[in-house]
């Protein structure tokens, strides 16, 4: 466990502690954000640091939230992921090292697919986001 993340990490629910720090995985389409479209940003629960962003999410039909691309590359980590008898590429938040889920390349339009655990992540509203800090991500947002 990273020591500058603990009293986050001591705070997670037991769904999120098993998502995030034991690579589990929730039920598909029974999770928090498969179904959410509004205009907002995902951060990583433990960190709170940026991934996603709503311009960037689709119904995959997977039943997870999924993406075509982070709002910024650097702020993921992808890594080989051999469990279950398989070759995933699971992907990681960079500073807290909090598993998010897995990428694939069967997104829409040749792009990427981010398979995302509602356990991993928290959304922002956009009209949120000045009020918690986000209000250099309100650029996504321009028209």
Known sequence: MNNKYNETIKMLTPLQYKVTQKKGTELPFDNEYNNEYRDGIYV??????????????????SGWPSFTNPVKKTSIDEVKDHLHGMVRIEVKSKNAN???????????????RYCINSASILFILKEEMKDKGYEDY??????
């Open 98 to 112: 909090t598993h998010l889920g897995h990428v694939f390349n069967d997104g829409p339009n040749g792009n990427m």
């Open 44 to 61: 990583d629960i433990v960190s709170k640091e940026v991934l996603f962003s709503s311009k960037d999410k689709f119904n995959s039909g």
């Open 138 to 143: 309100l650029n996504l947002f321009d028209k």
